[in-house]
């Protein structure tokens, strides 16, 4: 298949977002007018690429007139944090960078993020790619970056990236295993759900195709979810603007109380789970849709975790990580496909269905 383009619109800028096989073989072309006199570039890795890729990252900067410096974040005990950032910004001033000049990150959604950080407030923001190395950074990086953590508070610092392009080489993910796809495919399928019916009827005909490592379901797939993504940024209405993070509160609330132990697209496919039955009560939602989530994160090969939790504890988690953000408890519940709302949750009804949600994950411990 061809590598193919999609403009991402965010009303004031536009990201060139490119995607297909072999897309890092025709890094040379596609970086050509990006900058309009190439001269400086800087590439901040996280050790994730081959060296083969590496080095055609750089060969394509060069070839194209840019002096190359690169900086490896691979050693850090964290990369999404403001002291990652401030190694950069030292590194841009250390060699000169301007706002003409480019920086490119090369990885995963933690050093695409604090790439997008730093690209877009030094000088006054300057020109920026992404070559994202994972099937969740090729869904969200255009879009969005994951704040970062500063002072012990997680996720803190965050604004919407500013990427001049942002290329997804698909050899990079098709055929790999679940555990390298499982964070892509929830964001994938959070954002074919909060598009519209339609997209979301589609996408499980692209699973289908995914899991048979079909390249043009991944490229399908991925196109839609920067449409859906853009749009929700978009808005006018700020609670449609929190659409993606549909599942996101409550996979926090998990990884507090469960430890980093559990792989976070596991995590995140339960706070789906939950927060989809709580919007039955919420929000209306049908129940047979409620089933059609299910069935989709099954048929992606992600399947329910078996855990035993308090759901007092589950509760003062979930009510914790979102008074951390907000000073109301609200959480980003689904009415229908295509409309993702942030909602005014009773504290009674959440301890109700804390308690049932847990109880059908104790019953799964206990059969394991």
Known sequence: MSVRRLLVNFGSSTTDFR?????????????????????????????MA???????????????????????VAERDSVRDLATAELVFAKLAEHGLT???LIVALGDTDVCSVVAFCAKIWRG????????????????????????????????????PGWDMVVCDLDLVVGADIDALGAGYVQLLTSAFS??????????????GMVSKDAVAFADALCNAQSARSSAIRSANPSARSAYLFGHTTACALRACLGDGVP??????????FESRLAHDVCNLDVDTIFEIDDCLEDLG??????????ARFCEAIKAERFARSNRLM??????????????????????HAEAFLASRRELACDE
């Not at 997209?199 to 699973?207: R, V």
């Open 19 to 47: 995607v297909g096989l072999n897309a890092a073989g025709e890094l040379p072309g596609l970086l050509k007018h990006v900058v309009g006199a190439p001269k400086r570039a800087l590439v901040v890795d996280d050790g």
């Open 50 to 72: 081959s060296t083969e890729l590496r080095r055609e990252l750089r060969r394509a900067l060069i070839d194209n007139g840019f002096a190359v410096e690169s900086l490896s």
């Open 99 to 101: 706002s003409d000049d």
């Open 125 to 160: 923001g300057m020109s920026s790619v992404a070559v994202a190395c994972t099937l969740e950074a090729m869904c969200t990086v255009a879009t969005s970056m994951r704040g970062l953590d500063v002072a012990g508070v997680e996720d803190a610092l965050t604004l919407t």
């Open 195 to 208: 598009q519209s019916r339609r997209i979301w009827e589609q996408f499980a005909e692209k699973i289908e």
């Open 264 to 273: 976070w697209y596991r995590l995140l496919a339960e706070g789906i789970r």
């Open 302 to 311: 992600i399947e329910e975790l078996a855990f035993d939790l308090e759901p």
């Open 331 to 352: 959480l980003s519940l689904p009415r229908f496909p295509g409309a993702i709302r942030l909602c005014a949750i009773d504290s009674e009804l959440l301890e109700r």
